[in-house]
């Protein structure tokens, strides 16, 4: 039986990630610290439904601890680490920017000297679309330099990538670096927009429009997120890139690349898409840019298809639905 060491379990992506390796037969030890940013029963709900499976190792604890994910490979020797767990969100970063340091830079600092120490047959973390920060010229491609990020959640993922390169080529981990583009589904995190957008519209309430709604995103749901991250296990960087498209370093067996759906979809759009899913009409706040955001987003996803043979399956109107059916049913229990 293969296993994979995943942090960040009780998260959103983590959560999914680790029912499919669960159910496709891997041992998945699941590491989270169950942090308070949102609502901890959200998480404890997640981990509970993994634990039902005899093959998920739950461990609760800041993966920042000196010495815990060392012991972890020591004990489990992982044949894929693919590492989740971050502090997330582009506008708290701006109000708490040390909680960034210490789970983005130490938090991935202890993940590495850990792989260094107990190396896995392939090493892969999480990185963001928001690491392209100011660039213009989308789609958004990995071969695009991406130096001027807006925000400090975005600063602390792209130092992260920088982290990760120099281990790879010091010490020969492989490594895979996957930049998220918006994820959305069922079991999704309160602080994304379609979460706060049901909450308050269920409510009765406004919603809260940035930029007077003038912004697109590359919407990507769950399932489709998932099938890029298991279809890279097996592609693990080696010495000869895939094609003039791979982003291998000349160094390092160590590439970066992103996924997402590929198809920016107008902000305006994606609330059309929950008004139909909520058969009702939103009332719109609408309002200036937040600092650090970006208006638009769109990856180019050629190299994770070259690689894995990815085509995402979920439309926005559908993925959209199906995470109104989850809420509706999760909040009335």
Same mark, same amino acid.
């Given at each position: 039986?293969?296993?994979?060491?995943?942090?960040?379990?009780?998260?959103?992506?983590?959560?999914?990630?680790?029912?499919?390796?669960?159910?496709?037969? =891997?041992?998945?030890?699941?590491?989270?610290?169950? +942090? @308070?940013?949102?609502?901890?029963?959200?998480?404890?709900?997640?981990?509970? *439904?993994?634990?039902?499976?005899?093959?998920?190792? @739950?461990?609760?604890?800041?993966?920042?601890?000196?010495?815990?994910?060392?012991?972890?490979?020591?004990?489990?020797?992982?044949?894929?680490?693919?590492?989740?767990?971050? &502090?997330?969100?582009?506008?708290?970063?701006?109000?708490? @920017?040390? $909680?960034?340091?210490?789970?983005?830079?130490?938090?991935?600092?202890?993940?590495?000297?850990?792989?260094?120490?107990?190396?896995?047959?392939?090493?892969?973390?999480?990185?963001?679309?928001?690491?392209? !920060?100011?660039?213009?010229?989308?789609?958004? $491609?990995?071969?695009?330099?991406? $130096?001027? &990020?807006?925000?400090?959640?975005?600063?602390?993922?792209?130092?992260?990538?920088? /982290?990760?390169? +120099?281990?790879?080529?010091?010490?020969?981990?492989? #490594?895979?670096?996957?930049?998220?583009? #918006?994820?959305?589904?069922? =079991?999704?995190?309160?602080? *994304?927009?379609?979460?706060?957008?049901?909450?308050?519209?269920?409510?009765?309430?406004?919603?809260?429009?940035?930029?007077?709604?003038? /912004?697109?995103?590359?919407?990507?749901?769950?399932?489709?997120?998932?099938?890029?991250?298991?279809?890279?296990?097996?592609?693990?960087?080696?010495?000869?890139?895939?094609?003039? &498209?791979?982003?291998?370093?000349?160094?390092?067996?160590?590439?970066?690349?992103?996924?997402?759906?590929?198809?920016?979809?107008?902000? /305006?759009?994606?609330?059309?898409?929950?008004?139909?899913?909520?058969?009702?009409?939103?009332?719109?706040?609408? *309002?200036?840019?937040?600092?650090?955001?970006? @208006?638009?987003? =769109?990856?180019?996803?050629?190299?994770?298809?070259?690689?894995? !043979?990815?085509?995402? &399956?979920?439309?926005?109107?559908?993925?959209?639905?199906?995470?109104?059916?989850?809420?509706? !049913?999760?909040?009335?229990?």
């Amino acid at each position: 039986m293969r296993t994979a060491l995943i942090t960040g379990t009780a998260g959103f992506i983590g959560y999914h990630l680790a029912t499919y390796l669960l159910a496709s037969g =891997w041992q998945v030890v699941g590491l989270d610290c169950l +942090s @308070p940013y949102y609502d901890i029963a959200l998480k404890r709900r997640r981990h509970a *439904m993994l634990e039902v499976n005899d093959n998920f190792i @739950p461990v609760i604890g800041k993966l920042e601890d000196p010495g815990r994910l060392m012991g972890l490979l020591a004990d489990h020797k992982p044949n894929a680490v693919i590492h989740l767990a971050a &502090q997330a969100g582009v506008r708290h970063s701006i109000d708490a @920017p040390r $909680d960034y340091l210490e789970a983005n830079l130490i938090g991935t600092f202890e993940v590495l000297e850990a792989a260094r120490a107990h190396p896995p047959e392939h090493i892969m973390i999480a990185s963001t679309s928001s690491a392209y !920060g100011a660039n213009t010229n989308i789609p958004f $491609d990995e071969h695009q330099k991406a $130096d001027h &990020q807006m925000s400090f959640y975005a600063a602390t993922k792209k130092a992260g990538e920088t /982290m990760a390169h +120099s281990y790879a080529h010091l010490y020969g981990l492989p #490594t895979t670096m996957f930049r998220f583009f #918006t994820v959305y589904g069922p =079991w999704g995190r309160p602080d *994304m927009a379609l979460f706060k957008f049901t909450k308050a519209i269920e409510a009765g309430e406004a919603i809260d429009v940035y930029n007077h709604g003038r /912004m697109s995103r590359d919407f990507t749901y769950i399932d489709d997120l998932v099938a890029g991250i298991t279809g890279l296990i097996e592609a693990v960087p080696g010495d000869t890139p895939v094609s003039t &498209q791979d982003t291998l370093s000349p160094v390092a067996p160590f590439r970066i690349v992103n996924i997402g759906a590929s198809k920016p979809t107008p902000l /305006m759009d994606y609330i059309a898409a929950l008004e139909t899913a909520l058969e009702t009409t939103a009332r719109k706040n609408l *309002m200036k840019m937040q600092p650090g955001d970006v @208006p638009a987003t =769109w990856a180019d996803t050629t190299l994770l298809s070259q690689l894995t !043979g990815y085509e995402p &399956q979920v439309s926005v109107e559908e993925g959209v639905a199906r995470f109104v059916a989850w809420y509706r !049913g999760y909040y009335a229990s």
